[in-house]
């Protein structure tokens, strides 16, 4: 992580706004994230590539009864997906519940989790020392 900033709002005792630049330490890729709960709400993604990208607008708070898409763009082609409509919130209790009930992919979701929390730490480092 090279860069990072975050907005603390002091009488809420929490983080309103942030963002960081994470790069790898052995390779030349990137990424740039960014959150606000203040901010005009979006929840999308963008993955660059040197021939073209992919995106998605509000693709995991999609409302239950709504679609999004995954969109692919390169300079010759456009391709548009459509996600199903489902209800995310519901598929992550599931999702949980599956992991406490069966053990299947316990240890992966900690080692997830636990890199999560790595880089969320890093960030709030990195934006503390500023």
């Not at 005792?13 to 790898?24: H, K, P």
């Not at 994230?33 to 073209?52: M, V």
Request: glycine share 4%; with cysteine.
């Amino acid at each position: 992580m090279s860069a990072a900033n975050l907005c603390f709002d002091k009488q809420k005792e929490i983080d309103i706004w942030g963002g960081a630049y994470l790069n790898q330490k052995k390779e030349s890729l990137f990424a740039e994230i960014a959150f606000g709960f203040d901010n005009f709400y979006q929840c999308n993604l963008e993955l660059w590539g040197s021939d073209g990208k992919i995106s998605t607008k509000r693709i995991f708070t999609t409302p239950p009864d709504k679609s999004s898409e995954i969109i692919i763009e390169s300079s010759n082609e456009n391709y548009v997906f459509p996600v199903k409509p489902c209800n995310h919130f519901e598929k992550m209790m599931l999702h949980f519940y599956n992991l406490i009930d069966t053990k299947e992919g316990l240890s992966a979701e900690y080692k997830q989790n636990i890199n999560q929390s790595r880089l969320i730490f890093e960030a709030m480092n990195i934006a503390c020392i500023r």
